[in-house]
Every structure is written in C-alpha cells, then in structure tokens.
C-alpha cells in the first residue's frame, strides 16, 4: 500500500457548509471509534459521536468543526477533545477501487490500511497467546484538558492472536491503558475507569469513495487527543499545524499494515493472554 506519497488531511469548512453527492447522502456526522473515545474524545455516550476538526479558522484563531450533531461551529484551537476524521486524496482512485462495493446509500465504500479501532471481541481472549509483530501506533500522550502543552509522542506495540494449535487467529491488537480522569463508556456496553487496561482490536480503516473530489473520507473519527495547534500560531496555515504534523508523520505511516511473522515456533516472546 502506497501511503508515503499521500497527504492527510481533514474535511474542510465547504465540506458542512457545501458538501458534494458524497456527504450529502451520508452527512458529515460519524461516530468515534473506542480508540478515539480512550485518547480523549468529546465522546456523546448516547450517539457515540464526536466533534471533529476542520481546517478553517475565525477571526480570533479558533477552528470550524463538525461537532457531535453534524453541524458546524468554532472551537478553541488547542483543544485536545475533538475526533480526527482523516481524509485522503489520490491522483488516480483505481487501486482504492478495486474492491469497494455500495453502500445502502449508493456511496461507494472501500477499505484501506489498517488501525486500531474497537474493543477485541472477548472470544479471541481465552486460551490464546500472543506476540508483537514489530509494529508501534503512535499518538498523544497529553490528556484531553492539557491545552497548553504542545504534542508529546507514546507509542502503542502491536501483537496478534494465535490459538493453542499454533494457528494464527489473524487478531492484531493493542494493550492501551486508559490514562483519563474519569469513566468512559466503549462500544462493549462497558465502562472502563483510569487504570482499566483495555485491548483495542486493529482492524482494516473503513472509507467512504468520494469520486467527485479523488479522495477517501473516513467512515469512522478515528482518533482524538491531538490539539490542532497552539491557537496563537494558527493563521490559516494548516501546513504548520500540530494536527498536520500528526497525520503526515505519524497517522500516514500507522496505517500500512505490518506483516506477521509466519513460524511462531522461532519467536521468543510468546505469552500466553
């Protein structure tokens, strides 16, 4: 998968404002994955949705969003709340195509990449083992309120699931301990308290194929916690952004899928779950 000669983005404020065929039909509105709710999101317990940056500013510095209702308004630039909604643009969507199918809704959706997004289904937990894959996530480590501290990286290792017979399962997966100040509740039903350990399932980035403008939207707010930048620095130039940095060094490159190791017999560092 080509990633590194792609740039990342978010939806911009003529997206709520005037969206195309893509967004019309679909709304701007999407819900935010257990992985962004634990990073830090404004989650809405009863919609499970986010409010999620765009990159048009007001006159003071603040940001237009897309909060939790699909509508659009301005936030404080440094807030480190709202769920990211990457969008990516391609030259030419022939690769991105070739296994999309419609949605009820007409829209093409297609998958690309890989990310750690929900809860691991407690059947792939029992009598399991588990070994990294050599793969890290990273995001940031700041909590949601620290809004004057600028991006501070911690990384994520990735295992994956194999069962007693020495059968790969295909599970990946990460162990995130969730760091916030209080309770919040996940896509399992479960509330999860500071401390909780939480295994955080990576599975394949669901986009919707917005033809019209070469690109693929993300179905999902897939991360949180990522201020978009120190809101006295912010005069339109989303290139200079934290939240551009994120996505173009960090994000862009997480997502290619790792490739597991083929003999767990020769591996070392395996546990049991």
Not at 39 to 65: Q, S
Not at 233 to 246: I, L, P, S
Request: charged share 30%.
């Amino acid at each position: 998968m080509h990633f590194k000669d792609k740039e990342v983005f978010i939806l911009g404020p003529g997206d709520v404002n005037c969206p195309n065929r893509t967004l019309k039909k679909m709304g701007v509105r999407c819900e935010m994955t257990d992985f962004a709710v634990l990073l830090g999101g404004g989650a809405d317990f009863r919609t499970r949705a986010g409010w999620y940056a765009n990159y048009g500013y007001g006159e003071y510095g603040d940001v237009y969003v897309t909060d939790s209702d699909g509508r659009g308004t301005y936030r404080e630039a440094d807030e480190r709340t709202g769920g990211v909604r990457p969008v990516i643009y391609f030259d030419d969507l022939t690769e991105v195509l070739k296994n999309a199918k419609s949605n009820s809704y007409g829209i093409l959706e297609t998958v690309y990449g890989e990310y750690p997004q929900f809860v691991v289904p407690w059947r792939f937990a029992p009598n399991s083992g588990f070994v990294a894959t050599g793969k890290k996530y990273v995001t940031d480590s700041r909590l949601w309120n620290k809004t004057s501290e600028p991006f501070k990286a911690r990384e994520y290792e990735e295992y994956i699931i194999y069962d007693d017979m020495n059968i790969y399962k295909g599970v990946k997966y990460i162990q995130f301990v969730y760091h916030d100040t209080m309770s919040c509740l996940l896509s399992n039903g479960k509330f999860y308290k500071p401390g909780d350990s939480v295994m955080i399932k990576v599975d394949p980035v669901l986009w919707y194929v917005d033809e019209e403008e070469n690109r693929l939207i993300s179905k999902y707010l897939l991360a949180s916690g990522i201020r978009f930048c120190d809101r006295g620095d912010y005069e339109g130039n989303f290139y200079d952004t934290e939240m551009y940095k994120f996505l173009s060094e960090d994000f862009v490159y997480d997502i290619v899928p790792s490739i597991p190791p083929k003999d767990t017999l020769s591996l070392k560092r395996i546990q049991k779950i």
